[in-house]
């Protein structure tokens, strides 16, 4: 079993729809939760980040971390054919660990106009 | 924010020949820099954490004497492919670590990778 599971999709939705993009990880040690976005031929850029559990929203984008169900979301509103990319989660330990990200394999994600 | 630059975007080699990758930080001092490989559809994986003035952290599996790293400045990392071959075709990327409070924060500074391809 990987240490962090994602559907790589492709999800494709209609522009203006809600956005549910999820992980599964093994790790309970994981403390640091992020999402980044990857455009095509592009390197990742952070989008989100939380620690622990709990929601956090950033405009039209929210995070989501439940620990208990080691099982992280992120939600986009509103969705834009400008929001179509790779969302790759990653997470990592933190202090006495290390803060390098352990990432998912991304869920593509194509907004149609 | 803190910027990293890597060159080139997009390189086709012939099978056996050396491709350079440049990775440099704009802006701020990278004391540690890591260089992951993606393949399509998969998830990046670390291959390397290199150490300004000292020598690379090779992940398992990573064989060091085909992927060079070399971190000679604060500003420059680069990852040497020799004898490149057709399975070393991959989108390579580095990433740089800003600092621990960044990083607490997710914030590690990529490159916008590298596309390889071997022929």
């Known amino acids: 079993q990987k240490e962090v599971e994602q559907d790589p999709g492709p999800l494709s939705v209609p522009e203006g729809a809600i956005v549910s993009l999820n992980c599964t990880y093994s790790n309970s040690a994981f403390q640091y939760f992020m999402w980044y976005r990857q455009y095509s031929r592009k390197g990742p850029e952070l989008l989100m980040y939380?620690?622990?559990?709990g929601n956090k929203e950033d405009g039209r984008f929210t995070a989501q971390v439940d620990k208990s169900s080691k099982y992280i979301s992120l939600f986009i509103r509103d969705s834009q054919p400008s929001d179509s990319a790779t969302y790759l989660c990653?997470?990592?330990?933190?202090?006495?660990?290390?803060?390098?990200?352990?990432f998912g394999r991304g869920t593509s994600l194509i907004v149609h106009p | 924010g803190a910027v990293v630059s890597q060159h080139p975007s997009r390189v086709i080699c012939k099978s056996g020949t050396s491709v350079k990758i440049e990775c440099r930080s704009l802006d701020f001092q990278a004391t540690t820099m890591f260089w992951y490989r993606q393949f399509p559809k998969q998830s990046l994986m670390l291959m390397a954490t290199s150490n300004e003035g000292s020598k690379a952290t090779y992940e398992q599996g990573v064989e060091k004497d085909k992927f060079l790293i070399n971190h000679a400045s604060l500003t420059l990392s680069t990852l040497t492919v020799t004898s490149a071959h057709p399975e070393d075709s991959s989108f390579y990327i580095c990433?740089?670590?800003?600092?621990?409070?960044?990083?607490?924060?997710?914030?590690?500074?990529f490159g916008s990778g590298t596309r390889l391809t071997v022929v």
């Open positions: 990653a997470m990592s330990v933190g202090s006495g660990g290390s803060y390098i990200p352990t």
């Open positions: 990433s740089a670590n800003p600092g621990e409070g960044q990083a607490k924060r997710g914030g590690y500074t």
């Open positions: 939380t620690y622990s559990s």
